[in-house]
């Protein structure tokens, strides 16, 4: 197994994750999703987590709550391995970590009125008192902007994109955790209400002291809550750094790549025509050393015959490269 | 606007019956497209600017109410026998839409549907036309383009389908060019290449282009003119280096700075709009903006603010209030 060596970032991390490796077979194939990824989220961070689509940053999410068990390597959350747990010791687990999707209409179930999809995950903890129950679902729907009286007794699709992804964001809430993965909260959404959801994480995150795993294909979305940032291709860490830093300084052509292709709200800021990097190869059979360079400019011979590993390139900064910009 | 005038669109209305009553989906759009011109049309979902497209391409629903004039290259589009339009869109309207799939065939091969249409519109021959598709899969950028043809639709990622539709809706040397989200569903670096890759065409073919998109960062760059829609009207129309230098609609304004901006610090909190669009089937009295924005005043409950221009013609809003000087501080 290929290594990627971890950068440890500080003694209190929350979730230290090491080595993962994610791959499920196609037909008569494998596909690499997640090849050797190593992370620390200390407690109290936002680590933004971005990479387009197919890259594997979903299933690294999914791999650390377990909702899909890794191929190999270990996630350890508070110190605890969550890929050697089972049945009731890992349900007791999950009570600390939650997860918030991109699509928040589909992750509501349509029969079932408010009130009793946010209490549900009271229900299955075992909170039997339903009056307490009750209690704790106002709390946290005033919490997250909503009007409880108006808002338990209806069904889903009675509420916007925007609300219901209020209402996703309350039923992760209930059960007071402290780890939340967020993969792409905001995607489905429109300007002016992803403002306002990524205004209500970011009070919600210091208002419950959470920890977050940031997931994002949106490179100003991310940088706009996050303290570090990975950025993730092919199945592998290209870069992890300060966010400030990453976006101004980045390391890796990929990161630099992908901050160029942003466009910006400013019509003298002229689009550099891009040169032509082509597509991603399929995760099915990434390329040999660098997954990146059959599509970076600096790439050469050694970029091919050997895989770089993530080296510091300034303080806090890390990138698997060869031919770093800094 | 400069050039000569393509397309122009006057007083359109577009009503849809719903079970919950008429929906008004564009509500009185005048607008103008110069040939060779860019013109980009900026809104959040549900405010009509698809709508607004399909009325264009007179595509809209069955049950579509559609009131107005579209004048496209001195024809009346409203008035045109149904044949005559179907000869006139893929030939010189035409159209790529946010998912490729809409606008192509899953059963049928690449180059079955590249060759149909120019067939179908140019009357080419075999081998011509072939070698057409050949060219044309070339020009938007796909590699192996001879292999191609006989592949079908599934067989290519998101973005390489959308440089196919581009292809197909180039095929004919369109005059306008009706983009709608084209990049919203792809990823960011193939994003930049797929709008590079409608510039470059653009410009080799002067042909004018409709730009459709909720994200101003994609209009800022690449449009001569800019209309912002709301609640099914045009609240603000202005050649897009004013818009940018001085916006005047609050709503323009407040959309601007909801995003997330790349020079921004970490944990900057985003200037939101609270609140939401209101409900299309429960028209507003006055400005459809004026419960979200922060320089209402009562006559903007009462009265609907017609959209007229300012110290130039070219830049016209619908406010009553509109923001004199421009915060530098938020862009």
Known sequence: MMLQSAPSISPDALLDVDNLVVEYPVGAKIVHAVSGVSLQIARGETLGLVGESGCGKSTLGRAVLQLRRPTAGRVLFDGHDLTT???????????????????????LNPRRKIGDIVAEPLVIAGVKDPEKRERLVHEVLSAVGLDPTLVVGRLPHEFSGGQCQRICIARALILNPEFIVCDEPVSALDVSIRAQILNLLEEMKGRFGLTLLFIAHDLAVVKAVSDRVAVMYLGRLCEVGPSEQLFARPAHPYTALLIEAIPVPDPDVRPTETVPVGEPPSPIAPPSGCRFRTRCPRADQRCSDEMPELRAVAPGQFAACHHPLV | MTGNTLLSVEDVVVDLPTPRGNLRAVDHVDLTVGAGQTLGVVGESGCGKTMLSRAILQLLPKKAKLSGRVMFDGQDLLQLPPEKLRKLRGRSLAVVFQDP?????????????????????????????????????????????????????HQLSGGMRQRVAIAIALSCEPKLLIADEPTTALD????????????????????A????THDLGVVAGRTDEVAVMYAGRVVERAPTPALFKKMRMPYTEALLAALPKLDAAPHTPLPAISGRPPDPTRPLQGCSFSPRCRYAMSRCQREKPGLEAAETSAHQFACFHPIETHADANV
């Open chain 2, 209 to 212: 282009m409709i730009l459709i």
């Open chain 1, 85 to 107: 747990m089972q049945g009731d010791a890992l349900r007791q687990m999950r009570r600390r970590v939650q997860l918030i999707f991109q699509d928040p209409i589909a992750s």
């Open chain 2, 188 to 207: 960011v670096t193939i994003q930049a290449q797929i709008l590079d890759l409608l510039a470059r065409e653009q410009r080799r073919r002067h042909m």
């Open chain 2, 101 to 153: 799939m809409t606008s192509l065939n899953p059963v049928l091969t690449i180059g079955t549907q590249l060759i149909e249409t120019l067939q179908e519109h140019l009357e080419l021959n075999d081998a011509t036309a072939t070698r057409r598709s050949v060219e044309l899969l070339a020009a938007v950028g796909i590699p192996a383009p001879e292999q191609r043809l006989a592949q079908y639709p």
